[in-house]
């Protein structure tokens, strides 16, 4: 009898937390697609990411912007610091320690290394090694959690985005639960200095690049399941419309090679769960508060996919065995190879891109 007092207590005091505990997070409803099916079609499941190997050091901690540059990679790691090394991991150098979280990491043509921070805003690293803040808002609106940059081939404007003005670095779950429209895709002058907005109310703006001709620049929608475009220049300059819609993952950043293709990592599959309670705001406040003690529903699994101009998918490389590189964040063409980047990993990885494009 007693015992099932205590265990009638328990039930009672799990269902008080679920439904009482405080939280920020005010969920929206919406509807998302049908996830696309993992087992068959484009997005069928493979191991083709199993043949990824270890590339510079061994010992770092979430390696997740990436660039390579003269046989070095550059990446910005979980502490702050912005990190220079070579392949093998045996030459490194710490370049600057922004003091925040670097996401994302361009080069302007005139030398200065442009970062993404998720905590301090866009930031430039000079020669010297001077950090210099660009810009910390827009409209008046503080950058809540500053992601990725991308700078077009003139060095006028950097790209940015602001995954979210309400959440801080840290709480992605939270904004993506709470589906509120509050990231921003923002532009950068760096001869004026002044920033604008660009698109507003996207769901987690999270990785940015430009296209063809710098014609126009993607931004992922995390928390939408897409990637959203904004043209530049042509016929449709200032408008903007969907690359790509109801991708099987959470994309997270994504990289164009150049010429024909771009580059887009998912965090992870999406999670049926969230899918299915997504118009229900009562019962997704109830999953927040039960992720203050649960792990957060995320499967490990490696997924990268490869995008024509078109927005079509032309590369589709899964790993969900033991011990896979996972989550990837940031994947780069680069040469022969395609590298990755992580958020939460200890090293970078990279596959040959022959095996990529099997």
């Given at each position: 009898?007693?015992?099932?007092?205590?265990?009638?207590?328990l039930?009672?005091?799990i269902?008080?937390?679920?439904?009482?505990?405080?939280?920020?997070?005010?969920?929206?409803?919406?509807?998302p697609?049908p996830?696309?099916?993992l087992?068959?079609?484009v997005?069928?499941?493979n191991?083709r990411?199993?043949g990824?190997?270890?590339?510079g050091?061994?010992?770092?901690?979430?390696?997740?912007?990436?660039?390579l540059?003269n046989?070095f990679?550059?990446?910005g790691?979980h502490?702050?610091?912005?990190?220079?090394?070579?392949?093998?991991?045996?030459?490194?150098?710490?370049?600057?320690?922004?003091?925040?979280?670097?996401?994302?990491?361009?080069?302007?043509p005139n030398?200065?290394l442009?970062?993404?921070?998720?905590?301090?805003?866009?930031?430039s690293?000079?020669?010297?090694?001077?950090?210099?803040?660009?810009?910390?808002?827009?409209?008046?609106?503080?950058?809540g959690?500053?992601?990725?940059v991308?700078?077009d081939?003139?060095?006028?404007?950097?790209?940015?985005?602001?995954?979210?003005?309400r959440?801080g670095?840290?709480?992605?779950?939270?904004?993506?639960?709470?589906h509120?429209?509050?990231?921003?895709?923002?532009?950068?002058?760096?001869?004026?200095?002044k920033?604008?907005?660009?698109?507003d109310?996207?769901?987690?703006?999270?990785?940015?690049?430009?296209?063809?001709?710098?014609?126009?620049?993607?931004?992922?929608e995390t928390?939408?399941?897409?990637i959203?475009?904004y043209?530049l220049?042509?016929?449709?300059?200032g408008?903007?419309?969907?690359?790509i819609?109801?991708?099987?993952?959470?994309?997270d950043?994504?990289?164009?090679?150049?010429?024909?293709?771009?580059?887009?990592?998912?965090?992870t599959?999406?999670?049926?769960?969230?899918?299915r309670?997504?118009g229900?705001?009562?019962?997704r406040k109830?999953?927040?508060?039960?992720?203050m003690v649960l792990?957060?529903?995320?499967?490990?699994?490696?997924?990268?996919l490869?995008?024509d101009?078109?927005?079509?998918?032309?590369?589709?490389?899964?790993?969900?065995?033991?011990?896979?590189?996972?989550?990837i964040?940031?994947?780069r063409?680069?040469?022969?190879w395609?590298y990755?980047?992580?958020?939460k990993a200890?090293?970078m990885a990279?596959l040959?891109?022959?095996?990529?494009?099997?």
């Amino acid at each position: 009898m007693r015992l099932r007092h205590w265990l009638l207590l328990l039930l009672i005091v799990i269902a008080a937390f679920l439904l009482l505990m405080p939280t920020k997070v005010e969920p929206v409803a919406w509807t998302p697609s049908p996830a696309p099916s993992l087992s068959e079609g484009v997005y069928t499941e493979n191991q083709r990411l199993k043949g990824t190997t270890q590339v510079g050091p061994g010992d770092i901690e979430g390696p997740e912007a990436l660039l390579l540059e003269n046989e070095f990679l550059l990446t910005g790691l979980h502490d702050g610091r912005l990190l220079r090394t070579s392949l093998d991991g045996k030459e490194r150098k710490v370049l600057a320690d922004t003091g925040g979280r670097p996401l994302g990491l361009a080069r302007h043509p005139n030398g200065l290394l442009v970062i993404a921070d998720g905590v301090k805003g866009l930031l430039s690293l000079d020669a010297q090694g001077r950090l210099i803040a660009l810009a910390t808002e827009a409209n008046g609106t503080p950058f809540g959690f500053t992601d990725d940059v991308a700078i077009d081939k003139s060095g006028h404007y950097a790209y940015f985005s602001d995954a979210t003005s309400r959440w801080g670095y840290g709480h992605d779950g939270e904004a993506i639960i709470e589906h509120g429209g509050d990231g921003r895709l923002l532009r950068y002058d760096f001869q004026t200095g002044k920033t604008s907005v660009l698109l507003d109310k996207l769901e987690f703006a999270n990785g940015v690049t430009l296209g063809p001709d710098d014609a126009y620049v993607l931004v992922n929608e995390t928390g939408a399941y897409r990637i959203s475009r904004y043209w530049l220049s042509g016929p449709k300059a200032g408008t903007h419309d969907l690359f790509i819609d109801n991708l099987p993952g959470l994309p997270d950043n994504l990289a164009f090679n150049g010429h024909d293709r771009f580059w887009v990592a998912l965090y992870t599959p999406r999670n049926s769960l969230l899918d299915r309670t997504a118009g229900h705001p009562f019962i997704r406040k109830m999953i927040v508060r039960a992720m203050m003690v649960l792990p957060k529903p995320v499967e490990k699994r490696g997924f990268v996919l490869g995008l024509d101009l078109d927005g079509k998918v032309v590369a589709n490389l899964q790993d969900s065995s033991e011990g896979n590189y996972s989550p990837i964040t940031t994947v780069r063409e680069y040469g022969d190879w395609l590298y990755f980047g992580s958020l939460k990993a200890t090293h970078m990885a990279r596959l040959p891109l022959a095996e990529a494009l099997k």
